[in-house]
């Protein structure tokens, strides 16, 4: 029989939860299991779970395949990274100090994503806080404006005036010359 270690959904509509188990590969996602492993709440803020790390890994050792989900959860307990060193033959002490490293290397991890996580937070802040001050420096500029483009439309204004006279004014000498053109006929 081909096995499966994967998570079975419960909990009511939009909010899931899952339990880790071990199943037929054939059997459908909610169908009967053969043992329960652990559980996962992908609603939690930290997305919690749990893990029977020792069923899991006797699972394993068996041929059972773990699903991708499963996987990325083995992954973030280190069950994984336990795995791939007993596929390699390094004996129970080797593999604690290798774990030991493991650790280490994952505490800080998760404090430089937290310390940057930080830094982003204030950042944001400050950049908020920029935003503010320069919001009452636009409400002012939109006035100053307001008052440059009435003086532009001054200076339109008086364009538009001075074109409406001149027109007329080159009315009159052609009026003139037709005058001058009628007394010099009637002479």
């Known amino acids: 029989m081909a096995t499966k270690i994967r998570l079975k959904r419960i909990g009511r ?21 053969i043992e329960e492993l652990g559980w996962y709440n ?9 893990l029977d790390e020792e ?5 394993l050792k068996t041929g059972a395949q773990p699903s991708d989900a499963l996987h990325s959860l083995m992954k973030r307990s280190g069950l994984a990274h336990r795995w791939h060193l007993i596929q390699q033959g390094l004996d129970e002490k080797d593999i604690e100090k290798e774990m030991k490293k493991w650790a280490a290397d994952r505490e800080e991890t998760l404090k430089r994503r937290s310390e940057k996580a930080k830094k982003a937070k204030l950042k944001k802040a400050e950049k908020k806080k920029v935003l503010e001050e ?3 420096a636009e409400e002012e500029a939109p006035a100053e404006e ?10 339109a204004e008086e364009e538009a005036q001075a074109e409406e006279e001149a027109p007329a004014e080159e009315e009159a000498p052609a009026e ?9 006929s009637n002479k």
């Open 176 to 184: 003139e010359e037709k005058d001058s053109k009628k007394d010099s």
């Open 42 to 50: 992908p609603i939690d803020a930290n997305k919690a779970y749990s």
């Open 13 to 33: 509509r939009n909010r899931p939860f899952y339990r880790v188990v071990v199943m037929d590969s054939r059997n459908k996602r909610d169908g009967a299991a």
């Open 146 to 155: 307001e008052a440059s483009a009435e003086e532009e439309e001054k200076p």
């Open 134 to 136: 320069e919001a009452p």
């Open 55 to 59: 069923r899991i890994v006797h699972w």
